[in-house]
């Protein structure tokens, strides 16, 4: 899978193509990134469309290179024989559009989650539509290769999700409860029902300022409040908030070895937190959550282990803006963990999977002190 043509064969195909294949006068009027690539997956013809969108330099400085590495996947430089060989690509929708295509001869239509990164500023995602189709013999039965950003498609059934469904369903619930207030006069009961309402309405406005939150940080503009946080009171209490909203008062355990403070922004780091909580109450059904805190060197490490085990080809995506398992408008619960951890507060989320021992998250932060247990 790695071989590749010389560059001088490179431009001698790329030379033919245009002598003798009507496609690039075709193309140019398209306002899609159309390419056309070689049996070893090199691009031997581009036209300009979504060049100047990805940030992509001109052409013919990027004749013979492969689509992860024009399009500069993170993945495309891992391996010495670059974009295709890397464990990441046997889940990339452009990779395996082009092999199918070459293995069957019948045009392809696939997605692709692209994570890109030019090395000086943070990576990037993009939700890219491919189609790919033989080229024909003029072209050395090459693949006809083209690419249409669809970010805002995703981005907008994200927020049909979140609005005409998780919104709804909030609301739905907050006018349940404060209608059962009209049929009671008992004191303590109707406290109980307006703490429920409040509740259900304070869920719908941290739904919208978390979705506000992620925008924003992906235009690099999100405010950060740095402090020192009680690390210990944060995750009791959003183990709590767990509790209550997916009835699991007892499968949750909380383990820690100290008392610590760490600085961090107190809102983002329930971001990242909640989501780590709430992905491995749901994921894990019946089985119980295990969540801990340790000292690990001038770190601290918050676990959450669950028994459910992520098939490969899941974990090769997890962190990938709009994969999920959950269907259409959904996968920024995971991604959102990797931009705010890392990115804004400085720290660094990984996961591990196993048959035997399930999956665990794990987010480690700069320690700021610690007292005694």
């Keep these: 899978m790695g071989s590749r043509l010389s560059g001088e ?70 391996t010495p024989g670059g974009c295709g060989t890397t464990p990441y690509c046997t889940v990339c929708g452009a990779h395996n ?28 995602s ?24 669809i970010s805002e498609e995703k981005r907008k059934k994200v927020l049909e999700q979140l609005f005409l469904h998780d919104l709804l369903n909030s609301a739905g619930a907050a006018r349940g409860f404060i209608e059962l207030t009209h049929g009671t006069d008992n004191l303590p009961e109707l406290q109980e029902l307006c703490g429920c309402a409040q509740e259900a309405v304070d869920l719908i406005i941290d739904e919208i300022q ?15 409040h740095m402090e020192a946080v009680y690390l210990n009171g944060i995750m009791s209490s959003m183990i709590e908030a767990v509790r209550r909203n997916t009835d699991r008062a007892a499968e949750i355990s909380y383990e820690w070895d100290c008392h610590a403070f760490v600085e961090s922004d107190q809102v983002l780091l329930r971001r990242v937190v909640g989501n ?27 676990r959450v282990h669950n028994r459910i085990y992520m098939p490969p080809e899941v974990q090769l995506q997890v962190f990938k803006r709009s994969f999920s398992t959950k269907g259409e408008g959904r996968g920024y619960g995971t991604y959102g963990m990797k931009l705010f951890g890392e990115r804004y507060l400085g720290g660094k989320v990984t996961f591990q999977s196993d048959p035997e021992w399930g999956t665990v998250f794990t987010f480690l932060l700069p320690r700021v002190d610690v007292l005694p247990q």
Aim: with cysteine.
């Design 210 to 224: 978390s979705h506000r939150d992620l925008v924003n940080a992906e235009k690099g503009e999100l405010a950060v």
């Design 276 to 302: 780590m909580l709430k992905n491995a109450a749901e994921a894990s059904g019946m089985d119980a959550v295990r969540v801990q805190t340790r000292k690990d060197g001038d770190c601290i490490a918050i």
């Design 126 to 149: 993009h939700e890219l539509s491919i189609h790919a189709a033989p080229a024909g013999e003029a072209s050395q039965n090459a693949v006809l290769f083209m690419v249409r950003d």
């Design 9 to 78: 064969m490179i431009l001698q195909q790329a030379e033919e193509l245009s002598q003798n294949s009507p496609i690039p006068e075709l193309f140019h009027i398209i306002p899609y990134l159309v390419m056309v690539l070689n049996q070893q997956r090199q691009i031997i013809y581009s036209n300009n469309g979504l060049l100047q969108i990805l940030g992509i330099i001109p052409l013919h400085e990027r004749l013979g290179w492969r689509p992860g590495e024009l399009f500069r996947c993170i993945h495309s430089c891992k």
């Design 97 to 124: 559009a082009i092999l199918e295509v070459q293995q069957t001869g019948q045009p392809v239509a696939r997605e692709c989650l692209l994570t890109t990164s030019d090395g000086e500023h943070p990576a990037y």
